[in-house]
């Protein structure tokens, strides 16, 4: 079964940058091009929320509240996803998962945690 697998959270002080991650496995880079990615997160006591996604033919799109902050892109040969974020402020603090779909192909990685507190 094919995994998709975040790296790159952290604590980071508000104004700060991380760069996430998400390689997928048990795929290749030709079959994982043709997959819509995303970036979503969750904070406490919140419901889960669409950060970013990018399409297989690279269109972005983004919520408002990180738009011009976060930016989305792909790596089809590496297989894997990023999410550069930047400015980071305190209610950027969430759970950042990520999710490859495809036809009826649904998956979502385990989680990576970002904290931005001082």
């Known amino acids: 079964q094919v995994q998709f697998v975040e790296s790159g959270g952290g604590l980071v002080q508000p104004g700060g940058s991380l760069r996430l991650s998400c390689t997928a496995s048990r795929i290749s880079g030709f079959a994982f091009s043709f997959y819509g990615t995303s970036w979503y997160r969750q904070a406490p006591g919140k419901q889960r929320e669409l950060v970013a996604a990018?399409?297989?033919?690279?269109?972005?799109n983004y919520a408002d509240s990180v738009l011009g902050r976060f930016t989305i892109s792909r790596d089809n040969d590496k297989k894997t996803v990023f999410l550069q974020m930047n400015s980071l402020r305190p209610e950027d603090t969430a759970v950042y998962y990520c999710?490859?779909?495809?036809?009826?192909?649904?998956?979502w990685g385990l989680g990576t945690q970002v904290t931005v507190s001082s």
């Open positions: 990018i399409t297989s033919d690279g269109a972005t």
């Open positions: 999710r490859g779909t495809r036809r009826q192909s649904d998956y």
